[in-house]
C-alpha cells in the first residue's frame, strides 16, 4: 500500500506545533460574555430560595439564571444515539442539588472580574438532606437521588430511579451453577476500580454565539458534535434546526467529552441574551463536575478443571453512575462482555448487574468504557486461578484464550473474525524475556522484579448502531475535499481518513483536504467513541470513494465521448483503455464548474452489524522496594492486534499512551471523597497523572490480523490500549512479592502492609 | 496599571491589576500558543521564557515583569517549526495542546544541557505533563532532534 | 481567590518592612502558593530588585538571599562541594524546572509548608534565617515562631564538617512527599553529633538532635535501633498520601539508609 500503513504526519501537525489559534477558547471573540456557574458546596439539597439582588447589581452583569429560567424537560448529557439508553435524569439547572459541585446558578457578565464579585454575592438557602454516598448501599435506599416524576428511561435498560437502579441486566449462557460445580478449582474473588478522571489537557469549553439567521452556533471542544445539536434543543426546548455545532481542534477528550458537561450553559446565556458567551472550565471544575470513569466493584467467580481450562465464568458488577445516569446503562456492559470472551473454553457464563445512583459527581465514558474494569477484574482473577493451580499465567493464557474463528458467546455471539491474540502474547513473553524473569528476580540491594501479564480485547464502534457518513468533493483543479462528522481529538483521525482516501482515491495525501465537523455541512457520524472511527468512519470513506470514482469515470467517459465501461481511472487521469486517449482529473475538476448537472460529488455511509475485537497482551515489569514497598514501573511491552495498521506512528503513540493513562490508574489516580462528599481530587497537586518520570520504558509492537469486514483490514486501537496496565501491574506485584491487590490504585503503602502481613 | 516590557522583541504595554497574571496578558497580547491546562503550576502548558528562562506564565504576576523580556512560542519560530517537525515526524504532538509550553523547555533544555541524557531529559522536562502520548514518542523526537542539531554543528 | 490591589516593587528593605506593617499586606515569594489561596492582600510587595537572589559563599558560610530560586539552590558548585548531592537531591523532585525556576528559598522557608523537602533539608544543616529586623536566629527557632511581620532577608549555612543525607518518599515522581527525611553527622564540640530531620510526616519538619557515636561497622540490627529510636522522637500524621503508622515506617527506613550512607562514605 502507498499510503495506507505509512507513518505520515498529521495532516494538522504543522498548526500544532507551531502553536496556532485553532482550539475553542482561541476562537472565541475577545467581547464575548464570561459565563460561570455557581456551585452547591452540598453534597445533596434542596434550594429554598435566591437571592440575586445584589449580584446583579454588580457593573458588567448581564444575566444570573437559576433554575426557574430553565425549561423543565429532562435531558441526558451523555452523547449517545437516539433514543439513549443514559436516562433522563437532567435538568440544565435544578432545585434539587445531587453532588458538591452541581450547577446551581449560571453568571455571565462582561468579564472575569465581574462574574467573580458576583458569584460571591449571591445568597442561596439550602434545605440541607442526607446524602448517599455509599455505591454498595444505594440499591432501594431510602434516599432517592432522583424520586422526580419526570424522570424517564427511553431505553429497556432496567431503570428504575425510585431504586436508585440507573440499569439492570441479567445475561448468559448455559448453566452456570452446575458447570462450576464440576470444576475442580472454584475461585471467588472481588475487585474494586475507582473513579478517575481523563484529564485531558484542555478542560471542558463551549462558546456560543447567534449568527445571521437567528440560529445558535456553538463551538465546542466536544467528541459527538451531532449529539450536542440534539442535546441542545432537548434542553433548551428548541428546534434542532436552531441549532448549528462546530468542532474545532481539541485538546484531548479521551471519552471526557463523548458527554456534553459545559454546552447547555453558555447555549442558554446566547439564547436568552443573544449576545455571545463562552464558558472555559477551570482545571478544578473539570476535576469536580466532570465526566470520570465509573467506579466499579466486580465480584468473579471462575471455574477450571485440574488441567487448568477455564470452563466457567460468572460476572456481577456494581456500577457507581454518581449523581447522574451518563452511560452508566452502558459503560457497565462492557465489564462482562469485553472480559469473558477472552477465554474462549468455558462451557457457560452469567453477567449479571446493576447500576446505581450516589451523590457524587456523574460518571460519565473514559476510554476503555467499563471494558477496562471488567478486565482489571478478570485478568487478575485469572492471574489468581493460576497461582491456584501453579501454573505460569501466560501458560494458562495459551490454553484457554479465544482464538481466531471462535464464536464468542458472551460477545453477543460474533465471531473472532480477525484474532492474533496467541502472537500478540508469544511476541510479548518475547520482548520482556518471560521465561527468565518470570516469576521475580532479586536484584539485591532491597529490590526485587517482578512482572505480570495481561490480556485485553475491546470493540471497533457499536454495532447495527454506530452510524458514520463522509462526503468527498473534486474541486478546480481536480483537488479533493474530504468531508467528515466524525471528530478528531488529537488522535489523527482526520489524518488516517485521508490515507485511506488517498490509497483508495490513487492519489497523493497533499490533494486531499479535510474539513470538519460543522453539523449544518459535515455529513452526520455519530461521533468519535465507542472505537469507531478508523473502522466504522473508515468504511465509509472506501465506500463513498468508490462511489466517486464511478463518478469520476462516467464524468470522463461523457467527456471523451465514450462509454463509461471503456474507462479506467488511475488516480491522475480518466484513460480510453480502448483509444488511449485520455483527461485528467484535474481537467475534468475544472470542467465540471461549467454547463455540467452532475455534481462531482459522492457521500456514503456506513454502519456495521458487528464490532470486531482488536486484540492486546501486555506484560509490566515493575521493581519494589522490599522495605518501603514503592514500586517503580521499570518496562511494558505491549503488542496489539489492531488489525492492519493505518498509521504506524499515530498507532504507536496511541497505544503508548493509554498504556501511560493505564500505568496512572494502575499506580496513584483515585478520586477521593471525603464523608461529606467533598472531592479532594480537586487539582493536579492532589489528582496525579503520570508524569514522564512515572511511566519506565513503554514498548510497543503490532501483531496484525486482517479484519474481513474492516477498512484495508483494520479495526480499532483507540481504546484497548488502555486496559492491560492496572491487571499486568497487579500481576508483576504479586509475582515479586505474593502480595495480592484487589482494590485500586496499587499503592506502595499497601504492597508495604501485604509484606508486613505476609511475615506474620 | 500598565506594564511594559519585550515581548518576542518588541515593546509592549499591557493593562494589569495586581492580581492579573502574565499567561492573560499574553493571550490578550495574540500569543494564544500559551495555553492555561491546570492554575496550580503543575502542567507546563503556559511555559515562556521570563528573560530566557522557563517559567510557568499562570503564577507570574504582570505587573512584576515590568522591562523583562518575555518569549512565547510565537517568538522562536524558526526553532519551533525545526523541533516541531521532529514532533510531527513521530506523531507525538497528538492533540497539541500541551506543544508549545513543551516545545519552549525543550529549546530551554537544549540550550541549557551539554549532552543530556535520557535521564537528564526526562528530569528536565518532568514539569510538561502529557496526557496523550505516554511521553515516548517526545523522546524520540527529542533525541533525533539532538543527534540533528550535532550534524548540523559538525558540517 | 486571590485578589491583589496593590503591587510594589520595593526600592530597598526598609521600605518593603514599612509597607508590610500594614495589616493586609504581604511579601511575595515565588507566587506559587499564594497563588492558590484566597488571600484577599492590600499591598504585595516584591523583593525581586534588592539584590536577594544570590548564593554567596565565604569561608564560614553560605549565605542563600531570600529570592534565589530552588533551581539555583540545586545547580550551586560549592554546596555540591560541601554536600554532594543532598541538597539537590532535596528539591529536584519538585513539580519541574519551570516550578524551581521561580519558587524561592525564602519563600518556601517563609511558608513553614509540611511537605517542604527544602525545610526539611535545611533544618538537618547548621541553619540560620536572618531577619529583615529580628536580627539572625537559628531556623529551627524560626519555623516555631508565630508568623509576624519581619522580612526574610537571607538563609545561612554554616559550614562544618558534616555529613547530609537527604531521601524523599513520592507516591508519584513529582508528587508532594508522604515522608522527607534529612540525617546530618558531624563533630560539634569534639563531640559526634547525629541530627535527624523528618517532614511531611504530614506536619511540618522538625529537628533531632543526638550525641550518639557509632562505629562504621555497626551491624545492620544495631543501626535500625538507632534508626527505630530516632524515628520515634517525632509524631506522625494520617492524611490522602498515606497512614501516620506508614510514614512512622519509613522515616525508619529511611532514617537507617542515611545512616548507612553517611557511615560507609566515612
Known amino acids: 500500500m502507498r499510503v495506507v500503513n505509512q507513518p505520515v504526519p498529521k495532516v494538522d501537525s504543522r498548526a500544532l506545533v507551531e502553536g496556532q489559534p485553532v482550539y475553542t477558547d482561541d476562537l472565541a471573540p475577545a467581547d464575548c460574555l464570561i459565563v460561570k456557574l455557581l456551585r452547591s458546596p452540598h453534597a445533596h439539597a434542596l434550594i429554598q430560595d435566591i437571592n440575586l439582588t445584589r449580584a446583579l447589581a454588580v457593573p458588567g452583569i448581564e444575566c444570573i439564571l437559576t433554575y426557574e429560567d430553565c425549561p423543565d424537560k429532562r435531558f441526558t448529557m451523555a452523547g449517545q444515539s437516539y433514543p439513549e439508553p443514559s436516562p433522563y435524569d437532567r435538568l440544565i439547572l435544578d432545585q434539587r442539588v445531587r453532588f458538591v459541585g452541581d450547577a446551581v446558578a449560571i453568571v455571565a457578565g462582561t468579564g472575569k472580574e465581574a462574574v467573580n464579585k458576583a458569584m460571591k454575592l449571591i445568597k442561596v438557602k439550602y434545605e440541607v438532606l442526607e446524602p448517599l454516598l455509599d455505591f454498595r448501599k444505594a440499591k432501594d435506599n431510602a434516599i432517592l437521588v432522583h424520586p422526580e416524576d419526570n424522570w424517564k428511561s427511553l431505553f429497556p435498560v432496567g431503570a428504575d430511579n425510585k431504586r436508585n437502579l440507573c440499569a439492570h441486566e441479567e445475561d448468559g449462557q448455559g448453566d452456570i451453577e452446575s458447570v462450576l460445580v464440576s470444576c475442580d478449582y472454584v475461585l471467588d474473588r472481588t475487585y474494586h476500580t475507582k473513579a478517575n478522571q481523563q484529564a485531558m489537557m484542555e478542560t471542558f469549553r463551549t462558546y456560543t454565539h447567534l449568527d445571521t439567521y437567528g440560529r445558535l452556533n456553538v463551538v465546542s471542544s466536544t467528541q459527538i458534535p451531532f449529539h450536542v445539536r440534539r442535546i441542545l434543543a432537548t434542553a433548551l426546548d428548541i428546534p434542532k434546526s436552531k441549532v448549528r455545532v462546530i468542532k474545532p481542534r481539541i485538546g484531548g477528550g479521551f471519552g471526557a467529552k463523548q458527554t456534553a458537561v459545559t454546552e447547555v450553559y453558555p447555549a442558554l446565556v446566547t439564547w436568552k441574551t443573544g449576545k455571545p458567551a463562552k464558558l472555559v472550565y477551570t482545571r478544578e471544575e473539570s476535576f469536580i463536575a466532570s465526566s470520570p470513569r465509573h467506579e466499579m466493584e466486580i465480584r468473579v467467580r471462575l471455574g477450571a478443571d485440574k488441567n487448568g481450562i477455564i470452563k466457567g465464568i460468572d460476572v456481577y458488577t456494581l456500577s457507581n453512575t454518581g449523581a447522574f445516569g451518563e452511560h452508566g446503562p452502558t459503560t457497565v456492559g462492557l465489564s462482562g462482555h469485553k472480559s469473558i470472551p477472552l477465554y474462549g473454553k468455558a462451557e457457560a457464563f452469567r453477567f449479571i448487574y446493576d447500576v446505581v445512583y450516589t451523590n457524587v459527581m456523574s460518571a460519565g465514558a473514559y476510554r476503555g468504557y467499563g471494558a477496562t474494569q471488567g478486565i482489571f477484574a478478570m485478568e487478575s482473577a485469572v492471574n489468581e486461578m493460576a497461582g491456584i493451580l501453579g501454573m505460569d499465567p501466560v501458560i494458562l493464557r495459551e490454553i484457554n484464550m479465544v482464538k481466531e474463528g471462535q464464536t464468542m458467546p458472551a460477545y453477543y455471539g460474533e465471531t473472532a473474525n480477525s484474532c492474533a491474540l496467541d502472537r500478540c502474547l508469544a511476541r510479548a513473553k518475547k520482548m520482556i524475556d518471560w521465561d527468565n524473569k518470570y516469576p521475580y528476580r532479586d536484584m539485591g540491594g532491597g529490590k526485587i522484579r517482578g512482572v505480570g501479564v495481561a490480556m485485553a480485547m475491546q470493540g471497533s464502534g457499536i454495532a447495527s448502531l454506530d452510524t458514520a457518513s463522509v462526503g468527498i468533493r473534486v474541486n478546480d483543479d481536480g483537488f479533493y475535499t474530504l468531508m467528515v462528522g466524525a471528530t478528531d481529538m488529537g488522535t489523527g483521525s482526520d489524518t488516517i481518513l485521508a490515507q485511506m482516501a488517498a490509497e483508495c482515491l490513487d492519489c497523493d495525501m497533499e490533494e486531499i483536504i479535510v474539513h470538519g465537523v460543522d453539523t449544518d455541512s459535515s455529513p452526520y457520524d455519530c461521533g468519535s467513541y465507542a472505537s469507531s472511527t478508523t473502522y466504522v468512519t473508515g468504511m465509509a470513506v472506501l465506500r463513498t470513494c468508490e462511489i466517486l470514482r464511478r463518478k469520476i469515470c462516467a464524468k470522463g467517459a461523457s467527456y471523451m465521448d465514450c462509454a463509461p465501461d471503456d474507462v479506467g481511472f488511475d488516480g491522475e487521469k480518466v484513460l480510453n483503455l480502448k483509444t488511449g486517449e485520455s483527461i485528467s482529473r484535474q481537467e475534468i475538476g475544472n470542467r465540471v464548474m461549467c454547463n455540467n448537472e452532475d455534481a462531482l460529488y459522492a457521500s456514503e455511509a456506513f454502519s456495521s452489524p458487528i464490532s470486531p475485537p482488536p486484540f492486546m497482551v501486555g506484560i509490566a515489569e515493575v521493581e519494589i522496594d522490599k522495605e518501603t514497598g514503592q514500586i517503580e514501573m521499570i518496562d511494558y511491552a505491549a503488542v496489539v492486534d489492531c488489525g492492519t495498521v493505518i498509521n504506524p506512528n499515530l498507532a504507536r503513540v496511541q497505544t503508548e499512551g493509554g498504556i501511560a493513562q493505564g500505568i496512572g490508574m494502575a499506580l496513584f489516580e483515585d478520586i477521593v471523597y471525603n464523608e461529606k462528599g467533598k472531592n479532594y481530587s480537586n487539582s493536579f497537586m492532589q489528582y496525579k497523572i503520570p508524569s514522564r518520570l512515572d511511566v519506565g520504558e513503554i514498548r510497543v509492537e503490532f501483531e496484525s490480523s486482517y479484519e474481513p469486514t474492516g477498512p484495508f483490514g483494520a479495526k480499532s486501537i483507540g481504546e484497548i490500549v488502555i486496559n492491560t496496565p492496572p491487571p499486568a501491574i497487579v500481576n508483576a506485584v504479586h509475582n515479586a512479592t505474593g502480595v495480592l491487590i484487589r482494590e485500586l490504585p496499587v499503592t506502595a503503602e499497601k504492597i508495604y502492609r501485604g509484606m508486613k502481613n505476609k511475615e506474620k | 496599571m500598565t506594564v511594559e516590557f519585550v515581548l518576542n522583541g518588541k515593546r509592549v504595554t499591557a493593562e494589569a491589576t495586581g492580581d492579573t497574571v502574565l499567561l492573560d496578558v499574553l493571550r490578550n497580547l495574540g500569543c494564544h500558543s500559551v495555553k492555561c491546562g491546570c492554575e496550580t503550576t503543575n502542567c507546563g502548558l503556559c511555559t515562556v521564557w521570563v528573560n530566557g528562562k522557563s517559567r510557568l506564565s499562570c503564577s507570574v504576576l504582570a505587573l512584576s515583569i515590568e522591562g523583562q523580556e518575555i518569549t512565547t512560542l510565537e517568538g522562536v519560530k524558526e526553532k519551533a517549526e525545526e523541533f516541531g517537525s521532529f514532533l510531527a515526524a513521530e506523531g507525538a504532538e497528538q492533540c497539541g495542546f500541551c506543544s508549545p509550553g513543551f516545545i519552549m523547555n525543550v529549546l530551554a533544555m537544549v540550550r541549557e544541557l551539554k549532552n543530556p541524557n535520557i535521564e537528564e531529559i526526562k528530569e528536565y522536562l518532568s514539569g510538561n505533563l502529557c496526557r496523550c502520548t505516554g511521553y515516548m514518542g517526545q523522546l524520540r523526537a527529542i533525541c533525533k532532534y539532538m543527534e540533528h542539531m550535532k550534524e548540523e554543528v559538525h558540517s | ?266
Open chain 3, 1 to 266: 481567590m486571590l485578589t491583589i490591589n496593590n503591587y510594589v516593587k520595593a526600592k530597598s528593605l526598609e521600605e518593603a518592612y514599612e509597607l508590610n506593617q500594614a495589616r493586609n499586606a504581604r511579601i511575595m515569594g515565588g507566587m506559587l502558593w499564594m497563588r492558590l489561596g484566597n488571600a484577599r492582600v492590600q499591598t504585595l510587595i516584591d523583593l525581586s530588585d534588592l539584590g536577594l537572589d544570590q548564593i554567596e559563599e565565604t569561608a564560614h558560610v553560605f549565605r542563600i538571599g531570600a529570592m534565589c530560586t530552588l533551581r539555583q539552590l540545586e545547580l550551586h558548585e560549592g554546596l555540591k562541594v560541601l554536600y554532594g548531592d543532598s541538597i539537590a537531591e532535596s528539591v529536584r523532585h519538585i513539580v519541574g524546572v519551570q516550578f524551581r525556576n521561580q519558587a524561592t528559598v525564602g519563600g518556601s522557608v517563609y511558608g513553614r509548608f509540611g511537605f517542604s523537602d527544602v525545610l526539611t533539608c535545611l533544618l538537618s544543616l547548621d541553619t540560620f534565617v536572618e531577619l529583615y529586623n529580628g536580627g539572625t536566629i537559628r531556623l529551627s527557632e524560626f519555623i516555631n515562631r508565630k508568623r509576624d511581620k519581619d522580612i526574610l532577608v537571607s538563609i545561612i549555612i554554616r559550614k562544618s564538617n558534616r555529613r547530609l543525607k537527604y531521601d524523599a518518599v513520592r507516591r508519584a515522581k513529582t508528587d508532594f512527599p508522604v515522608l522527607t527525611c534529612a540525617v546530618v553527622a558531624g563533630p560539634v564540640h569534639g563531640k559526634e553529633t547525629w541530627y535527624f530531620s523528618v517532614g511531611a510526616r504530614p506536619m511540618k519538619a522538625k529537628v533531632l538532635e543526638k550525641k550518639w557515636s557509632i562505629p562504621r561497622d555497626i551491624s545492620d540490627g544495631l543501626l535500625m535501633d538507632y534508626a527505630k529510636e530516632a524515628a520515634a522522637g517525632f509524631d506522625y500524621g494520617t492524611n490522602m498520601r498515606g497512614s501516620a503508622e506508614y510514614r512512622r515506617h519509613l522515616a525508619e527506613v529511611l532514617i537507617r539508609r542515611s545512616m548507612h550512607a553517611i557511615l560507609m562514605e566515612e
